[in-house]
């Protein structure tokens, strides 16, 4: 059974399970004061095209040019990104500084499509699969199983899958997998990166509520990791220039950590 979160910095139980099955769940780890500022922002993030800019400038094959607006920059998801309890978790498990690696956010209404099994795992410039990266999926409303479930197949992250290895699978039952469908608001998944996992798809009765997600990533230092986003500097010093890490966390934003941005072929 996945452990709950303790909050009492005796975690040693917290590490052999996140490094045998690859993950962790915390229900409740976002209090509500911040679950209800992180909502409006979510909406602002997709409903003002903010979101779509954001990818717009990721895909961009020909410029660095960041987007008008990041979600760091964002009040409540800047906090929730150094949310103290979730670092001192992260900082637990990986027993070395981390730096962050990206963030992510989205509102996925009724009916929203699956997502394949695949993991998230960048690679760094040492090869080294025993530097962690981690991401921390955050469900604002919780999980109930109206909208998809977050389907994951514990010890996955020991074999040396690719990314899209299993996607040709679709979210078709694994063995060994485990369903989380059932989380309380401002609940986290903490995840190996390279865990493999899926989301699958879920009928929306009438009424169902959209599904407020983010994500967020983080590395173990060590070695270089490749960005994923080509304005990675501007985000980094934004970051710093926001004191983001409030002074606690002297790596988290530091660009030495990072090779240059590779562009998809």
């Known amino acids: ?24 769940v915390l229900p409740g780890l976002i209090p509500t004061s911040l679950q209800n ?19 717009a400038a990721c895909s961009d094959p020909g410029t660095d040019v960041p987007p008008p607006l990041m979600e760091l920059e964002l009040p409540a998801h800047g906090e929730l990104l150094t949310h103290e309890p ?3 978790l992260i900082g637990d498990l990986m027993e070395t500084p981390f730096v962050f690696h990206h963030l992510h956010s989205d509102r996925h209404g009724p009916g929203v499509p699956g997502k394949p099994w ?19 999926l955050h469900y604002l409303g919780g999980l109930d199983g109206t909208i998809g479930s977050l389907t994951i197949v514990p010890g996955s992250h020991r074999e040396p899958w690719s990314k899209s ?30 865990l493999v996992h899926a989301r699958r798809p879920a009928p929306s009765p009438p009424g169902t ?32 220039a926001l004191d983001l890490d409030g002074g606690r966390w002297p790596e988290l934003f530091g660009e030495r950590h990072f090779t240059e941005y590779a562009r998809s072929a």
């Open 165 to 194: 290895a299993l996607a040709h699978l679709g979210s078709v039952e694994l063995p060994g997998e485990v369903v989380i469908d059932t989380l309380p608001p401002g609940s986290t998944v903490l995840v190996n990166s390279a």
């Open 86 to 88: 979730l670092l001192e």
């Open 209 to 240: 509520a959209s599904r407020y997600f983010i994500d967020a990533c983080y590395c173990q230092t060590g070695a270089r990791w490749q960005p994923v986003k080509p304005y990675w500097r501007h985000m980094l010093a934004t970051a710093r």
């Open 118 to 136: 695949h993991h998230d795992r960048e690679p760094n410039d040492q090869d080294d699969p025993k530097l962690l990266m981690v991401h921390a």
């Open 1 to 24: 059974m996945p452990l709950s979160f303790e909050g009492n910095g005796k975690l040693s139980a917290q590490r052999e399970q996140f490094a045998d099955s690859g993950y962790l």
């Open 37 to 55: 500022r992180l909502t409006p922002e979510v909406d602002h993030w997709v409903d003002d095209g903010l979101r779509s800019l954001s990818i």
